[in-house]
């Protein structure tokens, strides 16, 4: 059975400062999505890394993959206070199942 | 907006209960998932319908049951509501029958509560 873990899953940041919140999956996958949830939203598709070593950035976020270390990272660089949301990895099963298999999340709060 | 939508937003009901979600994909998507969301459990697969045939199931109790129609909108089925059925359940698509290279895309949800 996939299991995917994100730490931490609580994250309080001062505007300004740096952070990275960590997704490890048990099994082989090459592909890996974030999405951002506000409270009471849905969820928005932030990045899809679709192969070992992808790198992929926008504003303040970059996102990368490892698939030798079953290994994802989402850095938040100079946080602002928009950033304040939960944010989720989720991992493609693959095949014809096509289906994602979600962290529990990252609930970030950014701080003045 | 994704263009997923969910209907209804809300719904309130009481134990023993049924009740219908809809779900009506992206225009060009053909494969509809259902997620159900809760507080304990976080976000959980249920069910995967692709062009009508089901996929895959994930955590799907016997109470719940899906179906995707011809016009390729999907509704799922929850009967004998419990009140941990209480949740946040969201409708996903996506064009193929598998990911590909792009996202899921996500519908608002339908917050159901059960009293």
Redesign the interface.
Known sequence: ELKVEQNPLFLSMQEGKNYTIYCNYSTTSD?L?W?RQDP??????LF?L?SNGAVKQEGRLMASLDTKARLSTLHITAAVHDLSATY?C?V??????????????TKLSVKP | D?GVTQTPKHLITATGQRVTLRCSPRSGDL?V?W?QQSLDQ??Q?LI?Y?NGEE??K?NILERFSAQQFPDLHSELNLSSLELGDSALY?C?S?V????S?????????T?LTVT
């Open positions: 592909r999505y999405y009471g939203k849905s969820l928005e598709s899809v679709l989720f989720a493609d099963m693959g095949g014809s199942q096509g289906n994602l298999i979600f962290g529990k999340g | 994704s494969s998932y997620y976080g976000l697969f995967h692709y996929r895959a994930g969201f996903a996506s193929g029958v598998g990911l290279d792009s996202p899921l895309h996500f519908g608002n949800g917050r």
